[in-house]
């Protein structure tokens, strides 16, 4: 458990940097005037990291993923949500349910009129019998309101989700960066796409097999699609930026490109400003994006102690319960198979059995396992 062990001992000192003080960052003012801006720019990414989104979660597997794994990966972005809310009105008169019904994104669900009984009676011309002012009427009306909310993400994204040029110094210069995810029906539906469109994209991928995603996480192979609920099927979703001269000038601009499905069908093709993504390498490597992780350099120590451990206990078994010798024909085999103690061991004249005595000799490899502790605490230091 040496690779474990030895992350576990790193992580607290990396999450005592942006978590032992009250701010995660602190936005410095370059003169008098900033220093307002500065104060509000600060406790705002305070609210968004440890309020609005799980900081501490969020940091402690961008980190575990750099320190196992050689990169750990964020992303962030805006989540346009649509939501839909049933909401329920009574005793409403005429005014009042045109204005619910005249606002943005309301439409009628179900509407039930019936007269006010506390209204007085309208009033009826004696000499003609027509009625001279309306019947005042109450409404009980349900409606489902499209509520769109925008909010901050960030997101710790998984290695086999991450998709990068090869190439790549750095996320820059690279010429794609795509986060590819397994989306719901409903997800997608909610951030704006067509559901047929959606539904059409359905099917399998190479994701689901992916041998890292199996080798993490094995219990996902034992949950398949669900018939029963369209809504929860799963669609590959994947978010790519790219520089391609759309407009024929000769100049590389980044495009925002999405597309869904294992056919990656071209959803979205939309201008993009910067990649909004990060990553964290400990041991970065020049002239390359993916450096070494801290499981790299402590790996080969603990197979070496695996190794050390495995024959001490062989060894201590050994002595413990040596081989016998038996002379074929003269002995009762079945008492030489069983190990009860003072069992009895039946044999045609005395000495048919033997016992090898194996002397331990794991205490030898005691200094070795410290040697190689002492190894390890180098490397990682």
């Not at 790193?10 to 900033?34: A, G, H």
């Not at 769109?148 to 010429?175: C, G, H």
């Not at 994209?201 to 018939?227: H, K, V, W, Y």
């Not at 071209?266 to 490597?285: L, M, R, S």
Request: aromatic share 6%; with cysteine.
């Amino acid at each position: 458990m040496d690779v474990r062990d030895t992350v576990q001992a790193i992580l607290p000192s990396l999450m005592r940097i942006f978590f032992s003080s009250e701010n995660v960052v602190q936005y410095v003012p370059r003169n008098m005037e900033d220093a307002p801006m500065a104060e509000q720019a600060t406790d705002y990414v305070r609210y968004i990291l440890n309020e609005d989104n799980n900081g501490f979660v969020l940091f402690h597997s961008i980190f575990k993923d750099a320190l196992v794994r050689k990169t750990g990966v964020c992303k962030w972005w805006v989540d346009e949500h649509i939501e839909i809310k049933n909401e329920n009105y009574t005793g409403l008169d005429d005014a009042q349910l045109s204005l619910i019904l005249g606002q943005e994104g309301v439409e009628m669900v179900d509407l039930m009129s019936a007269e006010d009984p506390s209204a007085p009676p309208p009033v009826i011309d004696p000499l003609t019998g027509q009625q001279l002012t309306p019947t005042v009427m109450i409404h009980d009306v349900t409606v489902s309101r499209k509520v769109i909310t925008k909010r901050f993400r960030v997101e710790s994204l998984a290695p086999e989700e991450f998709i990068v040029d090869r190439r790549a110094r750095t996320l820059e210069d690279a010429d794609i960066v795509a986060h590819r995810k397994l989306a719901t029906v409903s997800e997608l539906v909610a951030m704006g796409y067509d559901q047929e469109l959606v539904e059409s994209n359905t099917g399998e991928d190479e994701l689901d097999t992916n041998i890292e995603r199996i080798a993490r996480n094995p219990a996902q192979m034992m949950f398949g699609e669900s018939a029963n609920n369209p809504a929860q099927r799963r669609v590959l979703y994947t978010e790519s930026y790219i520089r391609l001269d759309q407009d024929g000038d000769g100049v590389a601009e980044l495009r925002k490109i999405c597309t869904m499905g294992p056919s990656y069908k071209i959803v979205a093709n939309d201008p993009a400003d910067d990649v909004p993504f990060a990553y964290f390498c400990p041991d970065p490597e020049p002239h390359t994006l993916f450096g070494m992780s801290t499981a790299d350099v402590t790996m080969d120590i603990q197979r070496i102690k695996s190794v050390i451990l495995r024959n001490m206990l062989d060894s201590l078994a050994q002595s413990i319960h040596p081989r016998t010798g038996v002379v074929e024909g003269q002995v009762n085999l079945d008492d030489v198979l069983n190990n009860e103690n003072g069992a009895i061991i039946r044999m045609r004249a005395p000495g048919m059995v033997q016992p090898f005595t194996t002397p331990f000799v794991g205490g030898q490899a005691f200094p070795m396992m410290e040697y190689m502790d002492q190894v390890k605490e180098a490397h990682v230091s």
